[in-house]
């Protein structure tokens, strides 16, 4: 059974407060070498995918369940506060953080395009223009 975007929120919310406390509790220990720096950036990139999922849950548990995050500000703002809580345990985890974080955010884009569908393009100015010379036309 699926959570409601609420409960989702919530989960998601807790699920990225433990993962930066978690990173900042061990902050000597993912700083120690070069292997934990990697696997400091990764929780880094967890903080970003769960980030994501609670503004996300928030945003259509408020504003209509068909409401979708875009670029910006909603992944832009979480891969920043991602960023930082990364940087405050070593600057090289910022860099594997970025990169886990798009790879994650392809997968995630790509899952929800085969689940829901393809995103229907904005039609353009040109297009609009044509459409509405055509139904003059048409008259």
Excluded: D, W
Aim: aromatic share 12%; glycine share 6%.
């Amino acid at each position: 059974m699926a959570a409601s975007h609420a409960s989702s929120f919530l989960i998601s919310l807790l699920i990225s407060l433990v993962l930066i406390a978690s990173m900042q509790l061990f902050r000597a220990q993912l700083a120690s070498s070069q292997a934990l720096t990697i696997v400091g950036g990764f929780f880094g990139s967890l903080v970003f995918i769960s980030l994501l999922t609670a503004i996300s849950n928030f945003e259509m548990n408020t504003f209509g369940p068909n409401y979708q995050a875009r670029i910006f500000p909603e992944v832009i703002s979480c891969l920043f506060i991602s960023m930082i809580c990364s940087g405050f345990v070593h600057r090289v985890c910022v860099t594997t953080c970025v990169i886990f974080s798009m790879i994650a955010l392809y997968y995630i884009n790509r899952i929800s395009s085969n689940t829901y569908g393809s995103a229907t393009t904005p039609a353009t100015g040109y297009a609009t223009q044509n459409a509405l010379l055509n139904k003059k036309k048409q008259k």
